[in-house]
């Protein structure tokens, strides 16, 4: 029984190489009907940066703002790709401790924003003694702001927040300038002489500016985590002269086939019907996928193992299975066995197997939508930069995107050269600053 079970789950969840074909075309599509003013899925935005050329220098400040840590730094740009991230900070947006949770609905965009102010000015006090900071004070310090939600801008240092996601739920934030939010934050402290906010951007377009500092070759950035996302330089982009990078926001592409639990879970999340692509593959919701199908093996009595689960879970409870409870699983020795009978165990570790399989295959699918965007025939060498923690902490992960890549790109394959970028922001917002401050 629980081997047919599993056996129907493996057919729901496989993607086919004409189906990773479909969905890259697919893809493809909408990223030109985007393009062209037509109705899509991706929203293309234009990030108003064009890509470094490795020789951007300075000191900056940067703030990075993702979803459960907010961090800051002060970033020395040396040129020849070379640059030094001082005074890092990073505090979690949620205290289990005092109970506070900057996400809330509960908290204000004010509490928010002081909160984010006040890590900078933290920085900044820690810097004050440091030479660098010393030599360039001669005018407010530029601040390159890494905000990774969906938001609208027109000009680099705006960001109007379209709305939020990965749970995030911080009250009058939506339809609002986070830039203005920001800077109005940095004035109640004191510090709007002291700093400027420069430029917002996302954080592929920081991943993309990183890597592409030390490797103009690159021309693609994406981050596989709690959230997905891709951006690339497009070369002409409607309204732009020159090559701008653009942030395809392709964590609401729509056109992937789903499963009765993809729908299930769109239907309950905190915004059905928007981010569903992000919601078939990304950290925050690959556990949620998991609990919802090891709950229903459960019910219909293929499993009996829950009340012992190897993971630290509560299955009834929605996101209390994470992306790392599944990577502990892929990396279980079977030690649970005398908890939870083999074949079950054997079976969780297959559940979790297909989930981040298809989470890689559909995210390779994406990849050669953008490449063949970029470039029908494949002719030149293409490079993608990837940060997250799904990519970088999920056994398996990397070598199955690598898998799906060349099965797909078959001969071809040798010209898409996929590579870990980490730890990107804060230094790809000092790079936005710079360009940024170079534009006016
Ligand atoms: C957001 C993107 C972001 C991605 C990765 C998604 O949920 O919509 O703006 O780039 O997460 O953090």
Known sequence: MLEQGLKQLENELSISLNMTLTIASRFQEHMEQSLSGRVSSLKMFPSYLQAPNGYEAGTFLALDFGGSNARAA?????????????????????DPESGRDYRAASVTAEELFDFLAGIIQEVLSNSSAHPTLKSSTSGPLPLGF?????????????????YWNKEVETSGVVGK??????????????????????????????????A???????????IIGTGHNTCYLEQKAPGFEAPVIINTESGNFSDAPDTPYDQRLDLESDNPGEQRFEKKLSGKYLGELFRRIVLDF??????????????????????????????????????????????????????????????????????????RHLD?????????????????????????????????????????????????????????????????
């Open 146 to 162: 890494a905000f990774s939600f969906p938001y609208r801008q027109q000009t680099i240092g705006e960001g109007f927040l379209l």
């Open 212 to 222: 592409a500092y030390q490797d103009p070759s690159l021309d693609i950035a994406s």
């Open 376 to 440: 029908p025939h494949l002719d030149h060498r293409h490079t993608v930069a990837i940060d997250g923690s799904l990519y970088k902490g999920m056994p398996g992960y990397a070598q199955e995107l690598t898998v799906a890549l060349s099965e797909a790109l078959e001969s071809k394959a040798g010209l898409v050269t996929v590579k870990m970028s980490a730890g990107g922001s804060l230094t790809g917002a000092a790079i936005a600053a710079a360009l940024a401050k170079l534009d006016k």
């Open 74 to 94: 002060v970033v020395e740009l040396r040129g020849a790709g070379n640059f030094l991230e001082l005074h890092k900070l990073s505090r979690p947006l949620s």
């Open 177 to 210: 300038d986070v830039g203005h939010l920001l800077s109005a934050a940095l004035e109640r402290r004191g510090l709007g002489s002291v700093v400027s906010l420069t430029a917002i951007i996302n954080d592929t377009v920081t991943t993309f500016l990183t």
């Open 298 to 371: 459960s019910q219909r009595g293929l499993f009996s193992g829950l009340n012992n689960p190897p993971a630290p879970a509560r299955w009834n409870q929605p996101y209390s299975i994470s992306g790392k409870d599944l990577a502990l699983i892929l990396l279980e020795e079977d030690s649970h066995s005398r908890l939870v009978p083999r074949d079950e165990c054997f079976a969780l570790k297959r559940i979790a197997h297909l989930l981040t399989k298809r989470s890689a295959q559909l995210v390779a699918a994406s990849f050669i939508g953008v490449v």
